[in-house]
Nanobody, 121 residues
Framework: QVQLVESGGGLVQAGGSLRLSCKASGIIGSINVMAWYRQAPGKQRELVATITSGGSTNYADPVKGRFTISRDNDKNTVNLQMTSMKPEDTAVYYC???????????????WGQGTQVTVSS
């Protein structure tokens, strides 16, 4: 089995910064794409940023230039550095990973439990 555990959420004032981390553990052979999603109250879950195993990144328009996604392939971790935060960034942030378990021939998709981020105005 594979588990994703997020950390780093909390309360921050508008204009401030916060760093989220997510560690994957379990019987992991390799991890393809890792990503962060978020879900605000009453809204659908949306993609925030993705990063491939080779380090290629992609960002949703609302966070471009403010958020930075990074990963450490040796440690099976992915981070999200959030700066110039806005009240509309308030949401539960979820880690997501496309994992190939040891001995498996295809990947499976996994989610973390989510971490709350609140930005006060």
């Amino acid at each position: 089995q594979v588990q994703l555990v997020e950390s780093g959420g909390g309360l921050v004032q508008a204009g401030g910064s916060l760093r989220l981390s997510c560690k994957a553990s379990g019987i992991i052979g390799s991890i393809n794409v890792m990503a962060w999603y978020r879900q605000a109250p009453g809204k659908q879950r949306e993609l925030v940023a993705t990063i491939t195993s080779g380090g290629s990144t992609n960002y949703a328009d609302p966070v471009k230039g403010r958020f930075t996604i990074s990963r450490d392939n040796d440690k099976n971790t992915v981070n999200l550095q959030m700066t110039s935060m806005k009240p509309e960034d308030t949401a539960v942030y979820y880690c997501n990973a496309d994992v190939i378990r040891i001995g498996a021939f295809r990947s499976n998709n996994y989610w973390g439990q989510g971490t709350q981020v609140t930005v006060s105005s």
